[in-house]
């Protein structure tokens, strides 16, 4: 499993980058995180997000997918694509800390 | 007499209430399904329709003669299930009560749920999803002589997740036979990162639409279809575009309507929430449900409803005994793949292992991950089983709930991916 040094923190991540243990995530972190996935500044909406992607983690186990994210986390579809232009369910939970999405089968 | 009420007469419903039906003395339990139509549609046999392999009148049946005798069928609509008080209330206001609760009320298409999809149809956007939706394609196709066609997932999860790769392989192979193969361009257009949501079976599958010469667009998340200018097109959220002349479209899945208007019994896209194994509700543990309605982590699939129903009968059954359940659903999947010119593979997976290759259900038997004759034949003779064997609650011979491990090769590397990658996974 790769470390890598967030905040100044190794954190043990997955092939593609996602958190391996959510436990390890810190807000500190989120801002490095979103710069390497070309966000620049987080701003409110992006917390929202993120914390949303927290909370839905600690429910079910999983990352919610786009469409789930749309209907749930106040936040429409076409905003979500504005804060996070690569895809917001991937890299959403990548900067909140948490394994990558399952998706569905 | 305990009350049992089973909502849906479709693969689930009717497995179920066919099985119960057996286990359970008339004078025990009084079992009863309830369905808003009485049309029983084989769905493997929508995908074919389009190609004139199949009509629709000869894959649709009445649901209640697909019930044995001492089983009651009532036509009706539902209104909202109350957890609280163990009723089910119909449209019209009619509340029935139950002690045991089935809901097999499968998946429904919500087209309406994406911009511009329902304005295209049906001149441009064609799905095959639906008996009238098949037949209307099939006179699109035939009158098709030249052209894009995108074949479109919209997003997951989709009844029968392997359906619109198999329409990429007959489009084909139809267009072949036609003629006019070198005239058509197809592409096969999915929110996913592949052709498929599991790695090996992903690889072998992509590699069977670029022998076909069809297109694969990926990570596309359909934000609208545009049909009104002279070119029509799929616009992703993210501003990707693909142009098309024919769209086949699998619209979005929900659960059943009345589950959202029923507090506490399903999920965000309206499907029931149940562990995984046990099929129990996790609101109210005299509620079960199967199927395409479940909200579990496995494929919505007529054999995974049939490798569940087993599961089921038994819990059911410990349950009414006041017993701890026991019988665990293992996510066992099996799925005929149709590849075209008379052949098909077949993949058999479940929660822990990824589809591999080999042989099923033994090392004598079907080859798996892999275009073959018999696999064609395999899945030709399923539609009699299904009506003869399936519906009434038969097993297949030698073919338990349980996945197989016989035969297959490559499954604890299978094993030890699926783990890694589900080691988020909900216990």
């Not at chain 1, 997918?65 to 804060?83: A, F, N």
């Not at chain 2, 008080?85 to 499968?106: F, H, N």
């Not at chain 2, 993210?238 to 142009?243: F, G, H, L, S």
Request: aromatic residues 8%; hydrophobic residues 40%.
């Amino acid at each position: 499993m790769p470390n890598v040094t967030y905040a100044g923190q190794a954190v043990s991540v997955g092939d593609d980058g996602f958190f391996t243990d959510p436990s390890q995530w810190t807000e500190e972190m989120a801002p490095e995180i979103a710069r390497a996935e070309g966000i620049g500044q987080l701003t409110e909406l992006h917390w929202q997000v993120i914390k949303f992607m927290r909370h839905e983690y600690q429910e079910k186990g999983t990352g919610p997918t786009i469409r789930i994210l749309g209907k749930t986390s106040g936040v429409s579809i076409k905003e979500l694509y504005q804060l996070f232009p690569k895809g917001p369910a991937k890299t959403a939970a990548k900067v909140a800390g948490i394994p990558k999405p399952r998706g569905c089968i | 007499m305990r009350r049992i009420l089973i909502l849906g007469g479709g693969t689930g419903g009717t497995l179920v209430a066919n099985r119960l039906r057996r286990v359970l003395a008339p004078c025990d339990a009084d079992i009863t399904v309830i369905d808003q139509d009485d049309q029983h549609v084989y769905q493997p046999g929508l995908l074919f329709v389009p190609f004139g392999l199949a009509d629709p009148g000869e894959i649709t049946r009445p649901r209640h003669r697909q019930l044995h005798a001492g089983i009651g069928f009532r036509r009706a609509a539902i209104e909202r299930v109350d957890l609280g008080s163990d009723v089910v209330v119909l449209d019209g206001g009619t509340a029935l009560e139950y002690d045991l609760l089935v809901i097999a009320t499968g998946a429904q298409l919500l087209p309406e749920e994406t911009e511009g999809l329902e304005e295209g149809w049906p001149e441009r956007v064609q799905t095959f999803y639906t008996p009238a939706g098949a037949a209307s394609l099939r006179d699109a196709l035939a009158r098709f002589d030249g052209g894009r066609i995108a074949v479109n997932v919209i997003d997951m999860p989709i009844k029968c997740p392997v359906a619109p790769l198999e329409f990429c392989f007959l489009a084909d192979w139809f267009f072949r036979e036609r003629g006019i193969r070198d005239r058509v361009e197809l592409s096969y257009v999915t929110p996913l990162d592949g052709a498929f949501t599991k790695p090996v079976a992903s690889a072998a599958l992509g590699g069977l639409l670029a022998e076909k010469g069809v297109g694969l667009v990926t990570e596309f998340n359909t934000g609208r279809v545009d049909t009104s200018g002279s070119q029509p097109r799929l616009v992703s959220w993210d501003e990707r575009e693909v142009p098309f002349d024919l769209a086949v479209v699998v619209p979005l899945h929900g659960g059943a309507g009345y589950v959202s208007r029923s507090p506490g019994l399903g999920d965000e896209l309206g499907f029931i929430t149940v562990d995984p194994h046990t099929l129990q509700s996790a609101a109210a543990p005299n509620v079960f449900a199967i199927g395409d309605a479940a909200g579990v982590p496995a494929s919505k699939a007529g054999s995974v409803t049939h490798f569940e129903g087993e599961v089921l009968v038994e819990n059911i059954q410990r349950f009414l005994a006041g017993e701890p359940l026991t019988a665990s659903f293992d996510g066992h999947t099996n799925c005929f793949i149709e590849t075209g010119f008379g052949k098909a593979l077949l993949i058999d997976f479940n929660y822990d292992t990824e589809p591999v290759t080999g042989h099923y259900p033994a090392a004598v038997g079907l080859p798996l991950l892999k275009q073959s004759r018999l696999n064609h034949l395999g899945k030709l003779m399923f539609q009699p089983f299904y009506w003869h064997g399936l519906l009434p609650g038969r097993d297949i011979p030698g073919i338990g709930s349980a996945m197989p491990e016989r035969g297959k090769s490559g499954l604890a590397a299978s094993r030890e991916h699926a783990t890694t990658a589900g080691s988020n996974r909900a216990s």
